[in-house]
């Protein structure tokens, strides 16, 4: 399998980020491969099946029959900005070319690309080739506004964007379209950080985070219960550690409001559905050396805390482990575990300092690509798979989907703006062929599901559920963490 080099940190950031510039001005025609999803057995149906080259169009109940061939017969017409008679533009922005942290979300991009470059080796989408134009944000808010001016002057669709800092989404929101209309542009992202573009009208994300909408980015806020970490991690205690009542040291990626708020709410939200006992946390920065970690360590033998949960990034987990073995903390008498972000090439290479690690995935492991062939798809697309990439991959398969539902209904000239927002508020079940568990994209509600990994020194193993190509959704979704300032409780309660 192809290294899963994942760029270990947010480096300055300190964000639960991993994954691997182009030029912004770069365009990209791209294609695809024909691919059915594999069963997943445990997880439920969603509402349609995707496939990259569209072997199945999603279904969407259509006002009249639609030809076998939906291009047959009809004359092609440019209906959109980035829809013309023969090709659709999309836009992909994603942090790539910050000095900070070069290439951080290569991936997206990389992933959006592949989707694209396998569409058109099966004849395109609505009957047209697809483009893509690439945007790079830089963890900039400046750029990333930029990008989203690009994408509006040129595309269709943002899709799979990936940006640390959209945190204006003005532009975003009243892009006119073609007629003029202050419609926006849909924005179909791989993962949103920013709560300005988590809760923007027309923000969908293919992974979504838990928290209400609207919030300005400060005070009370509800957290909902279907996070993968908040579900995988009671789990993890109840079944491999002590269960309810454990001590539980956590640290949080504090670096930018936005990340301090997921962390902390999730970290919080995860330990109290254990019944478990947060006895303190620390905020980290990507610019943090292993001598930081020394007083994280000395608090977890003095206080006999049995857990340990870095809510941040795979360097957070090796320091703390390279930091346990110098003050002689044996780390197998800990639980630990770790999000997504542990699973990536660096921590491989950590290889038995790390050893007996637990990780909670909200998407089937690279190492099961024979169980899911959306997911075999992905990995042939592109030359390192990583995580946020998988992310992207999904957010272009849901813009398939929803592209192929309007020509299915009402044919290929059909395409607007308008049209593919209206779409999306639609899709109540989404799963990428069975790569995620299904997401409700038009209520914005996440995934019930959930798959632990243990790393065992030079391996992920899959622990639970034990079948390949499989999702745990039967726990338990804890209660909605109700008017939970996680900024202010963050900043009260840290150390």
Known sequence: MRRLRWLAALLALGMIAAACGRDDDDTTA????????????????????TTVGGAEPATTAATEPVPADPCEGVTLEATEIGVSEDTITITVMADTG????PGLFQGSIDAVIGWAEQINENGGLACREVKVEEADSQINPTETVNGFLKGCETSLAMVGTNALFAIDVNDLQTCPDANGDATGIPDIAGLSVA???????????????????????????DYSGSGTGIIAFPYVVENFGEGAGAKVIGLTAADIPSTKESSMASL????DAAGATLEAYFPISGRDDQSTYAPYIQRQIDSGATVFYPNSNDQAMIK????????????????????????????????????????????????????????????????????????????????????EDIVAADGPNALTRARVLEQLATVESFDAGGMFGPVNIGERIGSPCFIILQFDGSDFVRVHP??????????????????????????ANAG
């Open 30 to 49: 791209a294609p695809e491969t024909t691919t059915a999803p594999a069963e997943v057995t445990t997880a439920p149906p969603a509402e349609a099946t």
């Open 98 to 101: 910050s000095p900070l942290a």
């Open 195 to 221: 709560p300005a573009q988590a809760c923007s009208t027309v923000t969908y994300a293919a992974q979504l985070g838990t928290g209400s909408c609207p919030y300005s980015g400060n005070g009370p806020r």
């Open 268 to 271: 919080k939200q995860g330990v």
């Open 320 to 403: 703390w482990h390279n930091e346990a073995a110098a003050q002689g903390l044996d780390a197998q008498s800990i639980l630990r575990y770790c999000s997504l972000s542990c699973y990536t090439e660096a921590f491989r290479d950590a290889g038995d300092v790390v050893a007996g690690v637990y990780i909670g995935m909200n998407f089937l492991p690279f190492e099961e690509s024979e169980a899911n062939e959306n997911l075999a798809s992905y990995i042939a697309a592109v030359d390192e798979p990583v995580g946020f990439g998988a992310n992207s991959w999904a957010a272009a398969l849901l813009f398939q989907q929803v592209v």
């Open 466 to 491: 034990e079948e390949p190509g499989t999702f745990d959704c039967d726990a338990t979704i804890p209660e909605t963490l109700v008017g939970f300032d996680a900024i202010a409780y963050h900043d």
